[in-house]
């Protein structure tokens, strides 16, 4: 009787599925998993600041690009209102790192972007992510460029209610944002604020306060020649935090 070779078959077909599952050293084949991609210093955060609040804002929604951008809790967790803050000319979320932490302590959570376009676009896509993250108000900071769109900022509609804006050395006009405007028209509590030797902007500071329509308003011209951002290092980090907590308390 012809003897079958079908065993045979089967046996050299097993043997050449197991050469092709196995390694060098004859244990199963390992699969490379993909690298997660490393966490945006900014040239500014420490890699576990980066690891925990960096983050891309879309702003697609919104007309615009998506946006480098930093994002954190308060201290406590689940903080109510939120503060968006928006840098000057050139300028990147970084101008704001060395302050964040003393808003986080303040009961705040903290979104910063780094926008080279329309920054009210910025704004309106950091108050959608912060509705996502149960976030009822926002308080506005503004450096510069970033304070004159802040300015228009709450002139516009926006997904959540802006509860206080604060300019720091904000021109009257910039671009396509014409801040002297919008303060003739727009009840958001204000708190204007340059250095006495940087000028035009002490100037521009007094003319927009005088100018503004707020419910409540504050003008503030420090000493010192700084410009936008480092006036929170130079004094008015305790007079704006006393601002919010007044009008935009942490507590909602």
Known sequence: MKRSTLPVALAA?????????SGSGGGAAKTTAAAAPTPKTYGCLTKDQAAKGSFTLDAGTTGGTDLDAYYRDSDAGHAKVGVVFSHQLQGSL??????????????????AFTSEGDVTEGIKAAATYYKGKGVGALALVGASKGAAASLVAARLDNPLPIEAVVSLSSPEAFGLYNPALSVRTVKTPSYFAAEEHDAPFDANAKALYDAAVAEDKQLKIYPGGNHGAPLLRD??????LAYLAKHAPAAG
């Open 94 to 111: 970084c101008e704001w790192a060395p302050v964040l932490d003393d808003f986080t302590r303040a009961g705040y959570a903290v979104l």
């Open 235 to 240: 004094g008015a980090l305790p007079d704006v």
């Open 13 to 21: 077909a097993a043997l050449l599925l197991t050469a092709c599952t």
